[in-house]
């Protein structure tokens, strides 16, 4: 594995910019390649071997290019699909779910709430992953199926922040001492989410898991050592334009860099 070779990072769409944004933050030398599965969007509500398909189909494409790591930016992929691919590759992956439980479980706290979408809360995963660590801790997983659509704007027969609220009303009675946002869309709601409960409650994964990254890379002897700024390069599988409008939610991306087709 060479250390100059760029990190692969991917999503069902958009919303994974969010992790990429926090990792620019904290490594802005590193070349990255960011992979959006327009095609196949949402991923929430598809099925486990879909997934699994899809995110297949993405690393193999950072396959050839050459990347040093792949993350798994999407918490849908991560927990419906990193155990079964999480082998078959040479370059390293970050699974954003895995690692953000991994710190949450040896945080001395003793019930997390976390929102996801269906296919993420259907599977346990967030929950199998914490009490693994800490079977002390209790996991209570919600789903909210609006709040992507929230987010990317949508159009919905709802009031968006009745909805936030009400999702929000029922996990507080669970007593949560930590709310995990475990969609990679979630945290742009936290503006509204801290309308009714204090920030400090909620964990965005991102946070989290850049700094995990940037670790494990050191420790690996990975760390890009150049100090002139990473190179972007973006890919989609359908929808180039869309992306570009969507993504201004979530990231700045610089004037010049087109959005290719893979
Ligand atoms: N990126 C997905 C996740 O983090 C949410 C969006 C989708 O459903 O595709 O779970």
Redesign the pocket.
Known sequence: MDKHSPIGFF???V??LSVLSCFKNILPNEDTIYYGDLKN????DKSQAQIIGYSKKILDFFENQGVKAVVIA???SSALAYESVKDHYDFKLYPVLQSCAKVVSSMPIKRVGVF??EG?VKSGAYAKEITKNNPDIQVREMSCPNW?KIVEKLVLDIDPEADIKSKLDEMLQFNPDKIILG???YPFLTPILTKFAPEALFINPADIFVEFIKSDLGENNLLNPKTTGGKEEFYVSANPEGFKDHAKIFYRINEGVGINLA
């Open positions: 999503d069902s769409g919303g994974g969007l949402p991923y929430g999407c918490n849908t996801a979408t993420t992507v969609c990679t869309h």
